[in-house]
């Protein structure tokens, strides 16, 4: 399939997803999302990326749903519930499910879906110059995407909801400050510091990181017994992996590991 509105390229272990609609903010269409799909479907059932690392293309990551598309059923008659059920819902939990660590550099404004989609993510870095806005209120909209959710776990409620209910943009400092993001980096050197931090998560027990990121997903809705069952079922998973062996081995031979995923 041949791609209008995303890139996708591999380096080594590493494949970078970039949103391609530069004149548009990189906003989403129904199109885009096809394609985002069969990217995903490509890096799920290669099997080479032991990483993912998503951005966006221009002086911003995504300015989230592209109102103009003709897909798109903006008007009170047309079913927006549905154009989340077929396309949004099913990306947040895709970026959460995949197996290896998803990786975002969000390199200018993150807006609506668009931000929310980038909170998605395992690890976030932002821009300097980068904020997140909740903007669906602007245009009488709830946020989606997960978002009602993830703002909430990661913010808190009263920062949830002042975003949600102002729309106001938050910076890459306050949202580092806030817990919303791992790393803020100077403009110019966004993408290669998280090409490297993507290039290390790829080179690491990735098996055993698509467990952790399980477990901590878990997390919030399991009580200490439960989540400690999980841990238990996941550390058997993970000391079954030929990634564990090797750990062990390189430690007691005073090497540095070679993982492979396995």
């Known amino acids: 399939m041949g ?3 995303i890139r996708l390229q591999h380096d080594g272990a590493v494949a970078t997803l970039t949103l391609a609609r530069p004149d548009k903010l990189n906003s989403f269409t129904a199109a885009m999302h096809v394609e985002i799909r069969d990217a995903l479907d490509k890096i799920q059932n290669g099997g080479d990326a032991r990483s993912l690392l998503i951005t966006g293309e221009g002086r911003g990551f995504c300015a989230g749903q592209d109102l103009g598309d003709p897909a798109f059923p903006m008007w009170p008659d047309g ?11 099913p990306l947040v939990l895709r970026l959460r499910a995949l197996p290896i660590p998803v990786i975002c550099a969000v390199n200018g404004v993150a ?9 998605a993510c395992d690890i976030v870095l932002a821009a300097r110059s980068a904020k997140f806005i909740q903007a669906f ?9 997960g978002g009602t959710l993830t703002l909430t776990r990661l913010a808190g409620e009263a920062r949830a909801k002042g975003m949600a209910m102002l729309g106001e943009g938050v910076s890459a400092e306050q949202a580092l400050d806030w ?7 100077d403009d110019d050197t966004l993408m290669d510091e998280a090409r490297a931090l993507a290039m290390r998560l790829a080179h690491m027990p990735t098996r055993a990181l698509g467990l952790v990121k399980g477990a901590i997903h878990a997390a919030p809705t399991n009580d200490m017994a439960a989540q400690l069952e999980l841990e238990a079922d996941y550390q058997r998973q993970a000391a079954n992996s030929a990634d564990y062996g090797e750990g062990v081995n390189a430690f007691l031979e005073k090497r540095k590991p070679v993982f492979t995923g396995k």
């Open 111 to 119: 807006a609506g879906a668009g931000a929310n989609i980038a909170l």
């Open 179 to 185: 817990g919303m993001i791992w790393q803020v980096c």
């Open 79 to 89: 079913d927006v519930g549905e154009a989340l059920e077929r396309d949004y819902n």
């Open 137 to 145: 209120c602007k245009i009488g909209l709830v946020p989606d995407s």
């Open 3 to 5: 791609y209008e509105s």
